[in-house]
C-alpha cells in the first residue's frame, strides 16, 4: 500500500471574512452546531497538546464539557500527566479534527482548573459508572494488569453503594482561555481558507492566513 496515494479532494465549503463573526467564539457555536447536525462522532473530541519541562509535547483526545467567552472547558484527573505538565506550563493546544465536514479548528492559550463548585455540578451530571470511574484510576500510573483496574472497580461499587459519589479531591476541570482561534476550511488543491483570530486590549483582530 502505497500511503503517498491517500488524498482527498476538498470541495465541501469555502471561508470568506464577509461570513465569519466578529466574535471567535460565535464562529466556534456555529460550527460546533453545524457539527453535531452532520452527526459527525464525537464532535466535541479535541486533542489536547501540553508540553514537559523538558520540551517534549504530548498529546491525547479529551472531550470537552462546556464553553463560553471565558474559554474551553474539559475535565480529567489531576495527577494526570497532562494535569502535572499544565501545572509546570500552563500553554496548550486544542485541535478540533471535524474531518466529515473538512474543517479543523485550532485553539492556543492557557489552562487553569476551575472552581470547585464548577467541578461539582458536571460530576453530578455525570452517570454513577463514570462518576466511580474517577475514583479508580490514578490516571497515567504504571499498572501491571487489567485485572487490579476491576478489583479497585468492584471495591469503590461496595465502597458508595450505600449513596451518592463524592467528588473526588483529585478530579475536576481546566478552562483553556484563549490567545487565538483558527478557522480552517479545506479547499480544492490544498489552498485551503485558514482565519485567525487574535486576542488583543481592544478584543478580537481577525487575519487571513496563507494555506
Not at 62 to 81: A, E, P
Not at 178 to 187: D, H, K, L, V
Request: proline share 5%; aromatic share 12%.
Amino acid at each position: 500500500m502505497d500511503i503517498g496515494d491517500l488524498r482527498r479532494h476538498y470541495t465541501q465549503a469555502e471561508l470568506d471574512v464577509d461570513r465569519l463573526a466578529e466574535d471567535p467564539f460565535v464562529q466556534f457555536e456555529r460550527w460546533f452546531k453545524e457539527a453535531c447536525e452532520a452527526e459527525l462522532s464525537e464532535p466535541n473530541a479535541m486533542c489536547l497538546s501540553t508540553v514537559s519541562t523538558e520540551g517534549q509535547p504530548s498529546s491525547r483526545t479529551v472531550l470537552l464539557k462546556s464553553f463560553d467567552q471565558q474559554g474551553f472547558v474539559f475535565f480529567t484527573n489531576y495527577g494526570s500527566r497532562k494535569a502535572r505538565e499544565i501545572g509546570d506550563n500552563s500553554k496548550v493546544s486544542l485541535l478540533f479534527p471535524w474531518l466529515g465536514l473538512e474543517r479543523q479548528v485550532i485553539v492556543s492559550g492557557s489552562a487553569s482548573k476551575v472552581s470547585t463548585s464548577e467541578s461539582l455540578k458536571y460530576f453530578l451530571s455525570r452517570p454513577r459508572g463514570s462518576q466511580i470511574g474517577a475514583w479508580v484510576s490514578q490516571q497515567s500510573s504504571v499498572v501491571t494488569s487489567r485485572s487490579l483496574i476491576e478489583a479497585k472497580l468492584e471495591e469503590m461499587k461496595r465502597k458508595f453503594a450505600g449513596g451518592e459519589v463524592p467528588l473526588p479531591s483529585f478530579w475536576g476541570g481546566y478552562r483553556v482561555e484563549p490567545a487565538t482561534i483558527e478557522f480552517w476550511q479545506g479547499r480544492p488543491n490544498r489552498l485551503h481558507d485558514r482565519f485567525l483570530y487574535s486576542r488583543g486590549d481592544d478584543g478580537w483582530g481577525i487575519e487571513r492566513l496563507a494555506p
